[in-house]
């Protein structure tokens, strides 16, 4: 019999596999994978047949931001993140929005496919004139690919023919609703489809027929108007503030370096929400910096997701715009208990509340960021967070992790070092031993 293959193992078996090959590091690390792999939170078969070459499970904390107000309701948001201090200041801009409240909305939620062919093998025109004359033909087509999504409501909307801005493919664009699903599966389903039906009519080899992420066609907005006493930090004029958040704004449009950095702090709230949800972050994240990228006042200026003015009145008005590939049904979250528990909690009713809630989230958490960056600067609230996170990597553990984390942020900074906390953690389990 022929020797079994990699991905034909257990997991146990490739983890033996690897340990012979030396590439597993040590014997530590050969107890975290099989110790995970059997007391993780997925059933080690479940875990075995979502991925391919599967030796263990990874798992990451998963807490929640209380009290967000979206459109006249509270949400209960839950996050899945390994980086301290996000929670926190997604807490944070949920309590300085509370009182004004966030008001968002989503366009309809639609998915684009595409089928492309070479123009040389056929013109944008003649595409267009064959999809007009049988345009029936094709729905009926794309409703049988797809029944179900079609019984729901959703499926093929519209087709429509547009070349590349070189001329030289000549793309078939598919518009799909995919109801409360994300979609993907779905737009692929039927772009294949409907791919088979093309190739045979134009006697042409399709190059390709798969869903875009670029999400430009369905995008959600999230506003809110506060005063400067919401936003508030001790010790400092809260209209001068407000003005320092605006002109980081600024900063953010006219600097591809900060609007970088800026958007890496909406999506620290937004792909952790996605991420606890079992939604699919590479497409989330893909959509969303392609949008930043092409937005802007001139196709290919990365631009940031959101903008912050002083209003007349004295107020601070925010706004993010950004398209979400995400779903309340379908993906990961059927096979995944956590996530389907995560969805629950949030109680997201519609696919388009999930969206408004995702952007109003991203836009809390990135006032935080840029009102810390206004104010006293990122690390003192972040690294007094991650003291917790140095002293386990030091090796404290139980109660030590409090013990060891409350001392480090008594040091000054420059002594906060990683070296200086496993100083501590020895310190610590000498006088625990009596020494
Ligand atoms: C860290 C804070 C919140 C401290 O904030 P603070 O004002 O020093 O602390 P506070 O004790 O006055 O707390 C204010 C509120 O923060 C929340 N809060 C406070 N502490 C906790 C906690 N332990 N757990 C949960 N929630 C917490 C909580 O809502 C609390 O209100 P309360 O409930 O007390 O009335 C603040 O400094 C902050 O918001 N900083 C921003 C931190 C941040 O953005 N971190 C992300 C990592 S940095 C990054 O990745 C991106 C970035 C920043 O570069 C993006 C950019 O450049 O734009
Ligand atoms: N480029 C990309 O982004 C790609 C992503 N993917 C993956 O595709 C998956 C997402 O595809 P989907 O089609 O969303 O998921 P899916 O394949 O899980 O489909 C959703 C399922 O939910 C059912 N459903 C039940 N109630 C529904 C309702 N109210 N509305 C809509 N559907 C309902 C549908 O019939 C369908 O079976 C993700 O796992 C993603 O990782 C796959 C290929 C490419």
Not at 281 to 297: C, D, I, K, N
């Amino acid at each position: 019999m022929a020797a079994r293959k990699f991905y034909q193992l257990s997991a146990a078996e490739r983890l033996d596999v690897l340990r012979e090959q030396g590439v597993l590091g040590g014997s530590e690390e050969y107890e975290a994978f099989a110790r995970a792999q059997s007391h993780g939170i997925l059933e080690p078969d479940v875990a075995g047949h979502l991925i391919e070459n599967q030796i263990s499970q990874y798992a990451l904390p998963l807490g929640v931001v209380p009290g967000l107000r979206v459109n006249g309701r509270e949400y209960t948001v839950p996050l899945v993140v390994e980086e301290a201090s996000v929670v926190a200041a997604a807490s944070n801009g949920a309590r300085m929005t509370a009182r004004a409240g966030i008001h968002a909305e989503s366009e309809p939620h639609r998915v684009l496919g595409e089928v492309v062919f070479l123009s040389d093998d056929v013109s944008a025109d003649y595409a267009q004139e064959v999809i007009v004359s049988r345009e029936t033909f094709l729905f009926a087509r794309a409703e049988e690919a797809l029944p179900s999504m079609h019984a729901r409501g959703g499926g093929l909307e519209s087709l429509e023919v547009r070349a590349t801005p070189d001329g030289r493919f000549t793309r078939i664009l598919l518009t799909i609703n995919p109801c409360d699903a994300m979609g993907a599966n779905a737009v692929n389903t039927i772009s294949e489809a409907l791919r088979a039906v093309f190739e045979d009519w134009f006697g042409a080899q399709a190059l390709v027929a798969i869903l875009s992420n670029a999400g430009d066609d369905s995008v959600t907005t999230a506003e809110v108007e506060l005063e400067p006493v919401d936003v508030a930090v001790r010790g400092m004029d809260p209209q001068a503030l407000v003005e320092r958040i605006a002109l980081l704004s600024e900063l953010s449009q006219s600097d591809y370096l900060r609007a970088v950095t800026h958007n890496k702090g909406i999506m620290n709230g937004i792909s952790s929400a996605v991420l606890a949800s079992g939604n699919d972050t590479r497409a989330l994240e893909a959509s969303v910096h392609a949008f930043a990228a092409h937005s802007g006042p001139y196709d290919g200026s990365y631009q940031p997701l959101s903008t912050w003015t002083v209003l007349d009145n004295g107020h601070l008005f925010g706004r993010i715009r950004l398209p979400l590939q995400v779903g309340i049904v379908g993906g990961a979250a059927s096979s995944i208990p956590l996530a389907k528990a995560a969805r629950a909690m949030g109680a997201y009713g519609s696919i388009t509340e999930f969206k408004n809630v995702l952007a109003a989230l991203g836009l809390v958490q990135n006032l935080s960021a840029i009102r810390a960056l206004a104010g006293p600067g990122i690390q003192a609230g972040h690294m007094n967070l991650q003291m917790n996170a140095l002293a386990i990597a030091a090796g404290a553990s139980g109660g030590q992790i409090e013990r060891i984390a409350a001392q480090l942020r008594a040091l000054p900074a420059s002594e906060r070092t990683a070296a200086r906390a496993r100083e501590l953690v020895a310190q610590d389990e000498q006088s625990e031993n009596g020494d």
